[in-house]
């Protein structure tokens, strides 16, 4: 066998999963110190099971596992696997020769947990480290070498040292196999000694039984005779209580039927009363209705009346009020007529002094104003002589100034001109550079606005993508831990399962006899045991299995001649006894006794009193005919497997129709009733004075045996051997594992979709974070942009806000001076118009001043006269406008008292039409409310009448509903007097059954008395003479003392008993005999195999050990050990039973020759001879390499890992050493730890370990081909 690789996750350095694929002749592995190549030594020792924390450089357990690394970019690991696939080249014959590759794969849990698989099937230690021994490959002593295994291979122990050499010699298996044969020969011993004692227990029953037998056939018979003489008492007296109960009974039967026929009456009656209630009661609710209508219609009425009447007491205050107001108009008017003829003659003196008056002061006002002209027009005049000389001068002198300005404006705008022309320039070119800007500014807006956008989308896809992260890895550590929990589960049942299978696969708990039978089932045509055949309902297997008992071991074989031929094999052989039951054979048939409803009365009548259950019931048969034609297929037609072919089809045993109808279980004796109540069994016992007559067993595994046995208790130790439980168990167990494993399956198919869906997640959210800061960088670049265009706008606008004022002020200066210009132009057009028009009208106005001078003086003589007559007519106006003042005062006051009478008189004329208008609706509405309240007057009447005749309805049903009550007691007293007579006879019947006689039992007595009539035995023997008879026959039975009832068949079953412990001792016997041998040839082969394997051993030793040191002598001595003594076996262990004492002196002390130690003694060329522990480390290491290399080259091993044991090494030495490796390379395969390079050159294959990181180790494989 060759090491083809190892598989490491999650152990030591080694995180993520790595395959190490080796060579089959030599495999290097180098690299730096503390890199983790010893690692990986460690894994090997770890996959071939070592469990010693020192071998495998630990301080505990968990620090196999990955623990994280320093720069935590790997997660804790919570498993630690190691795999070993090995190439199987058939040569070793073991469990799995017939694998070509075979994986051994061990891990270890956080919590301590371990777990160990070959080929994916998880199994014990045991059984794990089995494989190796059987394989050949051995970890433990020599396959790993090291330096520190150097040193302690030196330091041996001779005990120690024989060990190491028994390991390589392969006589391990035969010591394990002789421990498990000493403890069969321990417990068969023991087992032995339990018989013994048993059988003699069991021969002192037999004897007491046999006479306790006797005395049961004598007591029946005394019984019967009594039991028949309380019958035919008990016959007598029921007959009479059954005539008077059924003469009652008729009785009764009438008077029940007048009682219905009046129950009917009366239901009839009362469903009148209660429908003539019902009406009732509608029509007094109406009543009540109607009344209330009628009593509210009154207060209507009445409260309408109140209101009309003070409406018409309002109406008449009202009328005498507005004559009141009528004499006060007519007295307002006559004072008005007065006072207007009055003001009249007034007015008319007014007028004429009003119209002298005018007419002079019209005189007097046309006189002022011609004085007023006069005086003016001279003022005037000389005012414009005076302005007009004036005038002339300014004239002049504004001509000179105009010219002045004309000539200098003329300057001033041409210069303006050329400044307007550069502004407007300087203009357009600013409003192109901001417009530029201002159109750059917004498309930069534009843009920081879509990256704000994008950056919130992309933040929030983000948020999204974490919150779905967080919740993905939250359900995949949940996954992973509830995988793992399954995957804990199916180990431990498939575990189960497993024994199970080897439970039922061996059939552990049957007898010697039945399994060796079963294990040639092909040989004998045996289609399988009765615990293979039977399905038992849940609940019910310890029941099955206890009732069974030991007829679960009952072998199916096809026909009597095969029955034969495996008798003949077990008496041959001495191989112990078996139960058989013959399939083919007519005796077998069903005599139908298994159908109940064929059976005994007496025992139906018993089952159903007790409420017990066939257990029958709850078993079947399965697989049972397949089996069994199969067999018959394999005899007629090996390579036909169709077995409903037509040559076979008449062929199989009828058998198999009754086995489905259960006559084998009344064949094999195994007819039991099932119980829940063990109580109910005993009451039936204490009562009756016998057991059942059938097997019964109650719900604990009480049984009950119709021959006064009873079994109690469970043997817990041998329920474990249910093969019926173990079968449902093992289906159960199986249906779960399926179960278990879907689940598995599905949970690593979701964790890989989270694990990919995390990866996907991450990914998405690494380039979401890359684009966030490229767009943040781009909206910053983008806003100082922004401030840099924005600012370069306000510069613009502000200096073209300025050169705008600028140039309008320029341009407003400019119009202005072409306005002054113009204006200074026509102003002295007109100054030279005006200066020659002056001169003509100064002329003018001197004439006219002497002409107005004299009409003045004329016209100021007549005001004075004119003054004199207006101050007279003035006074006497006064006079008169005073008297007309107070008399039209007088009329306005008289108009306003006149029109407010007027208003207040129509004011009363409406209120006085709207409470008439008002007492004529509420009149009308009190003649409706009249006709209505006549109306429902009628309506109570008519119901008032109604309610009368239905009460007197009510009162004559109720008369005749208490008739009918009164005859119905009559009737029931009647029939209770009967129905107590029938009471009194059947309690005289209840009486009877205190003789306790069961249906079966009535029936078989009936018999007996009819046969008895015939006789005339009873005929003329009166009640009294019975009773006396059967006192005596009870006194009888009294004086008999206790009987055993079941007396027969436990004698039977002692007898039986007797023989079948007979035949246990003779069977335990021969198997001590058979395992003494078997020890003892044990002994012998590794005893002969050991001697020879060391005298090979011995020889290349010393062959090696010359090669590497150039001569000298090296030899393996036997030596006493100090520890040994009696009990002491080859491999020095001690085999003591439990009470410290050797299990067998006879076979232990041909041990005592072997359990000598073995030294190893050198002597190294030109040196004296010395202990091993003075040599040098280079020395220690040459001793140990011709040790292993020899045991190697011997034994041929599979392979040997060397763990940098040439360190100490010279040149020289390195390449003795190397060539050696050479050699031993070509029977086995070499992994080699080192960093010596000459070693390096003889390896196929070379790993490199790196540590990519601090505590994580990495791989590099090179094919040096």
Not at 907 to 917: A, H, L, R
Not at 971 to 980: H, I, M, Q, R, S
Not at 1080 to 1086: N, P
Request: net charge negative; charged share 35%; aromatic share 8%.
């Amino acid at each position: 066998m060759k090491l083809k690789h190892i598989e490491l996750f999650g152990f030591k350095t080694f995180p993520d999963k790595v395959r190490i694929q080796f060579d089959e002749k030599i495999s290097v592995i180098v690299g730096p110190n503390g890199c983790g190549k010893s690692n990986i030594v460690d894994a090997v020792r770890f996959i071939a099971g070592e469990q010693n924390l020192k071998e495998l450089r630990l301080k505990n357990m968990n620090e196999l596992i990955f623990n994280g690394s320093a720069s935590k970019s790997k997660n804790v690991s919570s498993v630690a696997v190691a795999k070993g696939v090995f190439l199987n080249d058939g040569e070793i014959d073991f469990k799995y020769k017939d694998f070509s590759e075979i994986m051994a794969e061990r891990r270890h849990y956080k919590d301590g947990e371990s777990e160990y698989r070959i080929n994916g099937t998880i199994v014990s230690y045991r059984d794990y480290t089995n494989f190796f021994i059987e394989s050949g490959i051995s970890f433990k002593f020599y396959s790993i070498l090291d330096p520190l295994k150097i040193s302690s291979i030196l330091n041996y122990k001779p005990e120690e040292m024989r060990l190491l050499f028994e390991e390589a010699s392969g006589i391990i298996k035969f010591k394990n196999q002789k421990k498990v044969a000493l403890r069969k020969l321990e417990n068969t011993n023991t087992n032995l000694n339990r018989i013994q004692d048993i059988y003699n227990e069991v021969e002192k029953q037999e004897k007491v039984l046999k006479i306790q037998s006797e005395a049961l056939e004598k007591f029946k018979k005394i019984s019967e005779e009594k039991r028949l003489c309380e019958f035919v008492l008990y016959d007598r007296s029921r007959n009479k209580a059954i005539l008077s109960i059924d003469e009652n009974k008729k009785t009764a039967e009438k008077f029940n039927t007048d009682i219905q026929n009046f129950d009917n009456e009366i239901i009839l009656n009362e469903n009148l009363i209660i429908k003539e209630k019902t009406y009732f009661d509608e029509l007094n609710e109406k009543f009540k209705l109607a009344e209330g209508n009628k009593n509210k219609l009154i207060i209507e009425i009445a409260g309408i009346n109140s209101d009309i009447k003070y409406a018409e007491e309002k109406s008449a205050m009202l009328n005498s009020e507005k004559i009141k107001k009528e004499n006060e108009l007519k007295e307002s008017e006559t004072f008005k007529s007065r006072n207007v003829s009055k003001l009249e003659d007034l007015k008319n003196k007014k007028e004429e002094f009003v119209s002298v008056l005018k007419k002079n002061k019209e005189k007097m006002l046309f006189i002022n104003n011609e004085i007023q002209q006069k005086r003016k027009y001279i003022e005037e005049i000389k005012n414009e002589i005076e302005i007009l000389n004036d005038d002339i001068l300014t004239t002049i002198e504004k001509s000179q100034m105009l010219n002045n300005k004309i000539a200098f404006n003329k300057k001033n705008i041409t210069a303006y001109f050329s400044r307007i022309s550069n502004s407007e320039q300087l203009i357009d070119k600013i409003n192109q550079e901001t417009i530029g800007d201002e159109e750059l500014l917004n498309s930069k807006n534009n843009l920081i606005n879509d990256i704000q956008n994008t950056l919130n989308e992309l933040e929030n896809k983000l948020r999204s993508k974490n919150e779905e992260l967080d919740i993905i890895i939250k359900q995949t550590e949940e996954l992973r831990l509830a995988h793992n929990r399954d995957e804990k589960e199916l180990i431990e049942l498939k575990l189960h399962i497993t024994r199970l299978a080897e439970f039922l696969e061996q059939h552990e708990g049957f007898s010697e006899g039945s399994k060796k039978l079963l294990s040639k089932s092909d040989e004998f045509n045996i289609s399988g045991s009765l615990g293979d055949m039977l399905e038992v309902s849940g609940g019910f297997e310890k029941i099955v299995w206890e009732a069974a008992g030991c007829k679960l071991e009952t072998i199916f074989i096809s026909d009597i001649e095969d029955a034969k031929n495996a008798a003949a094999y077990l008496n041959l052989n001495d191989s112990g006894s078996a139960e058989l039951y013959v399939l083919n054979n007519n005796g077998n048939k069903s005599d139908g006794v298994n159908n109940i409803d064929d059976a005994d009365i007496e025992i139906k009548n018993l089952i159903n009193r007790l409420g017990l259950l066939p257990l029958r019931d709850k078993m079947k048969f399965i697989n049972f005919t397949e089996k069994y034609k199969e067999n018959k297929n394999k005899d007629n037609n090996k390579d036909n497997n169709d077995v409903n072919n037509a040559e076979n089809k008449d062929t199989y045993p009828a058998q198999f129709n009754s086995i489905y109808n259960y006559s084998i279980i009344e064949k094999l004796d195994f007819n039991f009733y099932y119980t829940e109540n063990t109580n109910a069994i005993f009451a039936y016992i204490k009562n009756e004075g016998h057991f059942p007559k059938i097997n019964i067993i109650s719900q604990d595994g009480t049984i009950f045996l119709p021959s006064g046995l009873i079994k109690a208790g469970r043997d817990k130790k041998a329920e474990n051997e249910n093969i019926l439980l173990n079968k449902n168990k093992l289906v159960q167990f199986k249906v779960k594992i399926s179960e278990i494993e879907y689940n598995i399956n599905q949970k690593i198919s979701e964790i890989l979709i989270k694990e990919n869906s995390i990866k996907e997640i991450k990914k998405e959210t690494e380039s979401i974070k890359n684009n966030i800061q490229s767009g943040k960088m781009q909206k910053l670049t983008e806003e100082n942009d922004i401030k840099h265009i924005g600012s370069r706008i306000i510069q613009s606008k502000e200096r073209l806000n300025i050169i705008k004022k600028e140039l309008e002020n320029i341009i407003t200066d400019k119009n202005k001076l072409d306005d002054d210009t113009e204006k200074s132009k026509q102003e002295l057009n007109s100054l030279e118009v005006i200066s020659s028009e002056q001169n003509i009208q100064k002329k003018e106005f001197d004439k006219k001043l002497i002409i107005k001078e004299d009409e003045f003086e004329e016209i100021k003589e007549k005001e004075v006269k004119l003054r004199i007559e207006l101050s007279s007519a003035e006074n006497n106006l006064a006079y008169l406008n005073k008297e007309i003042g107070n008399i039209e005062l007088s009329i306005k006051n008289g108009i306003f008292r006149y029109n407010k009478i007027k208003n207040e008189i129509n004011d009363v004329n409406k209120t006085i039409e709207s409470i008439n208008e008002n007492i004529f609706l509420k009149k009308d509405k009190i003649n409706n409310l009249n006709i209505k309240l006549i109306e429902i007057s009628d309506s109570i009447k008519q119901l008032d009448s109604d309610l009368e005749k239905i009460k007197i309805t009510i009162e004559e049903k109720t008369l005749i509903s208490g008739k009918l009550k009164r005859e119905k007691n009559e009737a029931e007293k009647k029939k209770d007097n009967a129905l107590t007579y029938i009471k009194m006879f059947e309690e005289k019947l209840n009486e009877l059954n205190v003789f306790g006689f069961t249906e079966e039992e009535e029936k078989y007595l009936n018999i007996l008395n009819e046969k008895n009539e015939e006789e005339d035995k009873f005929q003329n023997i009166s009640d009294q003479e019975l009773k006396k008879k059967i006192n005596e026959l009870k006194n009888e039975i009294d004086s008999a003392g206790n009987i055993n009832m079941n007396a027969s068949h436990e004698y039977t079953e002692v007898l039986d008993r007797l023989n079948f412990l007979s035949s246990q001792n003779k069977d335990l016997n021969e198997s001590i005999s058979s395992l003494e041998d078997i020890i003892k040839k044990l002994d012998t082969v590794s005893r002969e195999k050991f001697n020879s394997d060391l005298n090979k051993f011995k020889e290349k030793f010393n062959e090696l050990f010359n090669f590497l040191f150039g001569g000298g002598h090296a030899d393996i001595v036997n030596v006493r050990s100090k520890s040994s003594s009696a009990g002491v076996n080859i491999a020095g262990e001690k085999f003591f039973s439990d009470n410290n004492t050797i299990t067998d002196l006879s076979i232990n002390k041909s041990n005592t020759a072997d359990t000598s130690g073995i030294e190893i003694n050198v002597q190294i060329p030109g040196k004296k001879l010395s202990g091993l522990n003075l040599l040098s480390q280079g020395e220690k290491v040459l001793v140990i390499a011709s040790l292993i290399f020899a045991i190697f080259l011997v034994k041929k091993s599979p392979f040997c890992v060397i763990d940098e044991v040439d360190a100490p090494l010279d040149d020289a030495n390195n390449a003795r050493f190397n060539k050696l490796v050479k050699e031993v390379s070509n029977s086995s395969q070499i992994i080699i730890v080192t960093h010596n390079k000459k070693t390096m050159e003889i390896g196929n294959y070379i790993f490199g370990i790196t540590s990519k990181e601090p505590g994580i180790s990495k791989v590099v494989s090179v094919a040096m081909n």
